[in-house]
């Protein structure tokens, strides 16, 4: 009875809502590790590249004071790599070790690397590997929960994590060498041991669905996502997307039997560097790791990508934007082809700077582009793709990609210049120096070559293969790997504005459905299903008081104070009142002003800060219904209103709906029958469908009954707000016409 002021401090929020950014990907591997990635490849968004202009300062008055300008600066010549000393070796179970003396801070940090990855989700199941990397780590381990894990780790200023991405997944951590021992020990427990426990489960899924309700909220990202989809096939491990009824069939022995799987000593490589002997540190491993003697076959090799062009251009209709965001491309290859390094140049002189082709003419000379770049994303075992991606206004759009398919040709035809060539080389050899600058990057780097069975040289080598880049290599590549008739080009913005423009292009056209599948029913509306239900809802109804307390309620009042999370001290007080059957006020004082809202089942009306009484707007009316629907000690009762259906979920989850539409999951902790959250759909800032979760930290007795009294709410799986029951009544006398005074 208390969400209605969450929903509508969510929408005078939203623009303070951090989105995840999307992952971008350079022409020459950056991150020493492969970073986890999210269930489907995600394409970079278009950026300014990295050099800027030079600034023209007034010549000085006197020759002799003049200082040097940068052209007269003189730098020596890179020097070849040095690799640091690192020690390796296998213990008896089959963990590789690799370790790294550092001595320059007193930290200690290392990384698991194992061979698995969301290519080896089951179809039915997309998502298992990403839940699973979560949840290792948030569920705990045998002997602590991860909420424990996080206190004892935040108290010595500690980390361990945990990640399953495309192609690897990943446990690390970092700690003062003082602390080594005891963060090595959470390290071993949560990499051999996680428990998996099942509301950490819940809480990863609901973020999970968040996600899918709110993927096409950001314009750039459909775009990103929706080329890279039609690259790699949506119907194949790399181009695949999680949705609600993928969800919905991974439960946690899912989880537990994904670890097993592929979490063994002989499919792990373990790197430590930091302030350590590594003799001693080698004895601490081995004492820890030795009695871990999992094993399971070898892991196949990861899917091939087999996927055939798709060009064309696909439209992602987004009419509230007056701007166009575009992907163009077609796949590539992988870092160790002989081509690479020439093509890294190339894709530089095309797009990859501010001096580059494509950003002088569409975004310096035309000012059509907002930003524009291109980029030869080579992956290292399997087929990266090349892109040029970019903004631009939606009247600009499609004299934006004219101009870039036309710059493409030109690279097909004709050697580039000298300057651009010096300018291209130098500035991906510049990039080798950041490569190699911490012993912790050195050794990350030699355990990703040893991970994708790249030479421990592999750098050494590209370094010198883009030094001799010419001129010829460059067109040779352009012609070779070019492929413009393949191309593949994703537009999302207002298409009214560009419209039958594109047919310019030549190319055949087509719309995007950017509709998310709605969730299935997770169980069958079947006997058995529905008899469950009806026990554990009794169960829960007994744990809290009975059926007799419950249907003596006729009325209720609340009087709690709401604390948002991150919001420096932010207080809301709120007070809810419900008359049976489903008559209902809520008054929020909040630092802004007083908001009312009333519902009486069919109708009712609001009364903002700014004065005035205005009917109740259709999403508004949705929520308040569901308020209605949610009322906590009627939905105990939901077995005995024959307009109501109940399933039982698994695992303590009953899902409850009416007629109206409102549904509700109810985690119930089947040993005590105490609910222990409550999960529903409602809508965020702008009409945004999000998940709420409520979970119930808290519970005190009043007149007989058991009552939540402090909650925890997320919405869209971040952390929102904690409510503190002040006061709770239950039959006052209340009456309705109290509920309908207006202010």
Not at 160 to 176: H, K, P
């Amino acid at each position: 009875m208390r969400m209605m002021v969450f929903l509508l401090l969510a929408a005078t929020l939203a623009a303070q809502t951090q989105q995840p950014k999307p992952i971008q990907i350079p022409s020459l591997p950056q991150n020493p590790l492969p970073d986890p990635r999210p269930a489907a490849k995600t394409a970079p968004a278009a950026r300014p590249p990295s050099s800027s202009k030079p600034v023209v300062k007034p010549a000085a008055t006197k020759a002799a004071t003049a200082a040097p300008g940068p052209l007269s600066l003189n730098f020596p010549r890179l020097e070849a790599f040095k690799t640091p000393p690192v020690e390796t070796a296998t213990l008896a179970n089959g963990l590789k070790l690799y370790l790294l003396e550092n001595r320059e801070l007193p930290l200690i940090r290392g990384t698991a690397v194992v061979r698995t990855g969301n290519l080896f989700d089951p179809r039915e199941k997309i998502g298992l590997a990403e839940l699973t990397g979560t949840v290792m780590r948030s569920g705990g381990t045998s002997s602590r929960a991860g909420d424990e894990l996080d206190e004892q780790l935040e108290s010595i200023a500690a980390s361990v994590e945990s990640a399953i991405g495309e192609t690897s997944g990943q446990v690390s951590f970092s700690c003062l060498a003082e602390n080594a021992d005891q963060v090595l020990a959470v390290f071993h427990d949560v990499l051999t041991e996680p428990a998996f426990r099942q509301d950490k489960l819940d809480l990863a899924k609901t973020r999970l669905r968040s996600s899918i309700a709110r993927r096409n909220d950001e314009a750039s990202g459909v775009a990103a996502r929706e080329f890279l989809e039609r690259l790699y096939g949506r119907d194949t491990p790399h181009g695949r997307r999680i949705e609600y009824e993928h969800l919905n069939r991974i439960d946690r022995a899912d989880l537990v039997a994904f670890h097993d799987r592929y979490f063994f000593p002989a499919n792990i490589l373990l790197a430590v560097e930091g302030d350590f002997s590594a003799a001693e540190m080698k004895t601490k491993v081995e004492k820890l790791f030795g009695g871990w003697t999992a094993g399971q076959a070898p892991v196949p090799p990861f899917p091939e990508v087999r996927r055939s062009a798709a060009p064309g251009i696909f439209v992602a209709p987004r009419p509230e934007i007056p701007q166009s965001f575009f992907h163009l491309g077609h796949l590539g290859g992988r870092l160790a082809d002989k081509d690479y390094a020439a093509l890294a140049v190339m894709s530089d002189i095309l797009g990859g700077s501010f001096a580059s082709r494509l950003f002088v003419r569409i975004r310096t000379q035309m000012g059509w582009a907002y930003d524009v770049s291109a980029n030869w994303a080579a992956d290292y075992d399997q087929p990266g793709y090349f892109d040029v991606a970019g903004s631009t206004k939606a009247s600009s759009t499609v004299q934006s990609l004219r101009a870039i398919l036309e710059e493409i040709e030109k690279m097909r035809s004709a050697e580039v210049s000298p300057a651009e060539l010096e300018r291209a080389r130098d500035s991906a050899l510049n990039r080798f120096v950041f490569y190699f600058d911490t012993p912790r990057k050195t050794l990350h780097r030699l355990v990703t070559y040893e991970y994708y069975g790249y030479p421990p040289d592999f750098i050494t080598r590209m370094q010198k293969a883009i030094a001799s880049v010419t001129a010829a290599d460059v067109l040779r590549v352009a012609q070779t790997h070019l492929k413009p008739k393949e191309l593949t080009i994703v537009i999302a913005g207002d298409s009214k504005t560009f419209g039958r423009a594109l047919d310019a292009l030549e190319r055949k056209v087509e719309e995007i459905d950017l509709t998310i599948a709605a969730a299935p029913r997770a169980a069958k509306t079947d006997p058995a299903s529905q008899a469950r239900a009806r026990e554990l809802v009794a169960k829960a109804r007994d744990a809290v008081g009975g059926a007799q307390k419950l249907e003596a309620i006729q009325d209720y009042l609340a009087r709690t104070e709401l604390s948002l999370a991150g919001a420096n001290g932010y207080r809301a007080q709120v007070v809810d009142r419900w008359v049976s059957p489903g008559t209902y006020r809520q008054d929020q004082q909040m630092p802004f002003g007083k908001i009312t809202v009333y519902w009486d089942e069919k109708s009712g009306w609001i009364a903002p800060p700014q004065g005035g009484v205005f009917p109740v707007p259709p999403q508004i009316g949705k929520q308040a219904s569901g308020e209605v629907f949610r009322f906590f000690f009627r939905l105990l009762l939901s077995d005995r209103d024959p307009d109501r259906t109940m399933n039982y979920l698994g695992d303590g989850i009953v899902e409850i709906s009416d007629k109206k539409g409102n549904t509700v999951e109810l985690h119930i902790d089947e040993a005590t029958g105490l609910p222990r959250r409550q999960i529903f759909g409602s809508f965020g800032g702008g009409g945004a469908p999000m998940v709420v979760e409520e979970s119930f930290l808290e519970w005190k007795e009043i007149d007989g009954l058991k009552t939540p009294w402090r909650t925890r709410v997320d919405h869209g799986g971040r952390p929102f707000a904690e409510v503190v029951m002040q006061e709770c009544k239950f039959n006052s006398g209340m009456k309705i016409e109290e509920l309908k005074k207006r202010p």
